[in-house]
């Protein structure tokens, strides 16, 4: 959800709204992350759980690198390069960064309900 709300406020809405919104998205992650990394290393056998808590801090970095490798790919094709950066660019690109993001945010919540699931 506050994906869609950063698309869509990004480009004309409140600042105030866009801070709100990206410190949602940041406590979500932090309390998202410490219950999937809970339930990883409790689904894992005991002999398991140090390559399963080490394959959790790779598996983030990971995605940390892909997602602003895939940022940087978006905010270009946009038009956000360089010395040529004008005020529509930005705008244009603060929309399709966060609509791109959407897929890969979707991707996320299946694998984490598909998570939830097996562990019931």
């Known amino acids: 959800a506050t994906l869609i709300g950063l698309a869509a406020l990004f480009r004309d809405g409140p600042f105030a709204a866009v801070i ?4 949602l998205q940041g406590a979500g992650f932090g ?7 809970q339930a990883v290393l409790m689904g894992s056998p005991p002999a398991e759980r140090a390559v399963a ?20 790919a978006v905010a270009n094709l946009v038009g956000a390069t360089g010395e040529t950066l004008t005020r529509e660019a930005a705008q244009a690109t603060g929309f399709w ?8 945010g979707l991707l996320g919540v299946w694998c984490a309900w598909r998570l939830a699931a097996q562990l019931r």
């Not at 309390?31 to 990394?37: D, H, T, V």
């Open 97 to 104: 960064v966060f609509a791109a993001a959407l897929p890969p």
């Open 31 to 37: 309390l998202a992350w410490a219950f999937m990394s």
């Open 53 to 72: 808590s080490s394959a959790l801090v790779c598996v983030q970095q990971t995605g940390t690198a892909v997602g602003a490798a895939l940022t940087g």
């Open 20 to 23: 709100a919104l990206s410190g």
